[in-house]
């Protein structure tokens, strides 16, 4: 087993994650031209290679086209979350493999203010609370392997390695990635947090429509009372933009 309990590392891999300060590079070892085993890391915006005491099982250009497999496959998927990133509506952590929770403050608002005529009369005194609260951050994984049959047909034959299951698993990986988005996975919590999607956050904006968009007696000014209704939902949630 695998795992960090109380800033100790317990098996390999959490050994060699807290070895290199979770950096998630140390767990792609490569074997270089001269049989050394290393690893890559980023300095200074520039890659160089870092000796390493481990085993290892693929060369570099081996990692290099599973890489360049599961990017495409990524690229090709992300539709959701890349309309966010488009917008930089991100929040950016920090060595997140080393962190299991985003904590955050939620508030509350004041009581209304009241009308008197001199003001001399003090009105309510209040203050709002705050209430810390957490969002958990899981790992999205789904795992496949190589055997040594598969590696070995590569080499001997001189053909790239078989990266479809890369991809495959790649695609499986965004694909719960952007349900998570836009559906959540409220049934998966954590340090006491939920992970909420646009058409499940307690908060969403709630529109009844006059009828089904699919129901054959739904015209287009129906369709376009709706989407009224929707954007003055959003406005009288205060939310200004476009």
């Not at 539709?79 to 950016?92: F, I, P, Q, T």
């Not at 390695?161 to 890369?166: E, L, M, P, Q, R």
């Amino acid at each position: 087993m695998d795992m960090i309990l109380n800033g100790r590392a317990n098996g390999s891999v959490a050994q060699r994650l807290m070895a290199n300060g979770m950096n998630p590079l140390a767990l792609k070892p490569w074997i270089g031209s001269d049989g050394q085993v290393y690893m890559t890391q980023i300095v200074n915006g520039k890659a160089q290679a870092i000796p390493l005491h481990v085993n290892a099982t693929l060369r570099k250009d081996e990692w290099k086209e599973i890489d360049q497999a599961v990017v495409m496959a990524a690229q090709d998927r992300m539709v959701g979350v890349a309309d966010l990133y488009s917008r930089n509506l991100v929040c950016r952590i920090g060595n997140g493999l080393g962190k299991t929770v985003l904590e955050y403050e939620d508030i509350d608002d004041l009581t209304d203010a009241e009308l008197t005529m001199d003001a001399i009369t003090p009105s309510k005194k209040d203050r709002p609370n705050y209430e810390l609260k957490y969002l958990p951050l899981p790992i999205v994984h789904k795992d496949f392997s190589y055997n040594a049959r598969v590696l070995a047909a590569s080499r001997t034959t001189g053909q790239p390695i078989d990266t479809t299951t890369a991809a495959l698993a790649s695609r499986r990986v965004i694909d719960k990635v952007e349900t998570m988005l836009f559906q959540g996975a409220s049934s998966y919590a954590y340090g006491g947090g939920t992970l909420y999607g646009y058409l499940d956050h307690p908060q969403r904006n709630i529109v009844t429509l006059t009828l089904n968009w699919d129901n054959a007696s739904k015209t287009g000014e129906n369709i376009l009372d709706d989407v009224k209704s929707m954007k003055q939902a959003s406005i009288d949630a205060k939310h200004y933009g476009p």
